[in-house]
């Protein structure tokens, strides 16, 4: 079984910032890809930002420029990086996760979700 725990979201000012983490946990043998997703009300989800498999990195064009992604293998934990953050950010923030397992089976993987509200 594995987890993708989130943490780090919350409500701040417009041209702030947040740090959000993703810790992934369990019968892990390798991540092949992880990532962030968001979805706003009334709106589809979107990827925000990701590692992919190959190890590079894709940005929402709306994101490029203020939020970093980064990631400490060690500790299988992905993080986001959000500054200038603007009211259009305020989402559901979800981590995404591809992983194999020890049984050498791949699935995808969702946490379950964190707020960021960005708002004077």
């Known amino acids: 079984q594995v987890q993708l725990v989130e943490s780090g979201g919350g409500l701040v000012q417009p041209g702030g910032s947040l740090r959000l983490s993703c810790a992934a946990s369990g019968s892990i043998f390798s991540i092949n890809a992880m990532g962030w997703y968001r979805q706003a009300p009334g709106k589809q989800r979107e990827l925000v930002a990701t590692f992919t498999s190959g190890g590079r990195t894709n940005y929402a064009d709306s994101v490029k420029g203020r939020f970093t992604i980064s990631r400490d293998n060690a500790k299988n934990t992905v993080y986001l990086q959000m500054n200038s953050l603007k009211p259009e950010d305020t989402a559901v923030y979800y981590c995404?996760?591809?992983?194999?397992?020890?049984?050498?089976?791949?699935?995808?993987?969702w946490g379950q979700g964190t707020q960021v509200t960005v708002s004077s």
């Open positions: 995404n996760a591809d992983i194999s397992t020890y049984s050498r089976k791949t699935f995808d993987f």
